[in-house]
């Protein structure tokens, strides 16, 4: 059906043709791979830190346990999942940390599911995740709970498909 739509489109057979180019096969390794590093590095220095919680962090706690939803100077949500973060886990920075270093675990593989579609092959899908996961500017966000960290993912969730 889908070739029958673009063979009239295209006038012929051949031209359907090169209108109708399958996707690149999914690096699912190497996006894997790579989105298990940064997740595991995210806990590592989350867990071996000299340093508590940020300024920010405090503040989304509070919030959390005081929720009036609409009433803050930032998404509620992030205050939610600081709440509910803080009752699975209780109060320590792996729990307080887990919801950005999930995020930015997801930034990563959306930029090799990008690559993809805009029809890059295993290379360029892993070139992407890994330009990702090594670049400062995302590096910086998702390093702690901060509105930055849910305005990047939602920003990268949202432009994935549209």
């Known amino acids: 059906m889908t070739e029958d739509l673009a ?5 012929s057979v051949d031209a359907a043709r090169q209108v109708i180019t399958p996707r690149p096969a999914l690096a699912v390794g190497l996006i894997a791979g790579l989105a298990a590093v940064q997740f595991v590095a995210h806990l590592v220095t989350a867990l071996w830190t000299p340093y508590g919680l940020h300024r920010d962090e405090f503040l989304y706690l509070a919030m ?8 803050m100077f930032f998404p509620p949500a992030i205050a939610v999942l600081a709440n509910v ?6 109060d320590n920075l792996f729990a307080i940390r887990l919801f950005p270093a999930l995020a930015g675990t997801t930034i990563v593989v959306l930029a090799g599911l ?23 500017c995302f590096s910086e966000r ?3 709970s901060n ?3 849910s305005t990047s993912f939602g920003g990268r969730l949202g432009s994935w498909r549209w």
């Open 64 to 71: 959390g346990q005081h929720l009036q939803l609409w009433h």
């Open 147 to 149: 509105q930055s960290c």
């Open 85 to 90: 973060a803080r009752g699975l886990f209780g």
């Open 142 to 144: 998702r390093r702690y």
């Open 7 to 11: 063979t009239e489109a295209a006038g």
């Open 114 to 136: 990008t690559a993809r579609e805009l029809g890059g092959n295993r290379s360029a899908q892993g070139l992407a995740a890994l330009a990702v996961l090594l670049s400062p």
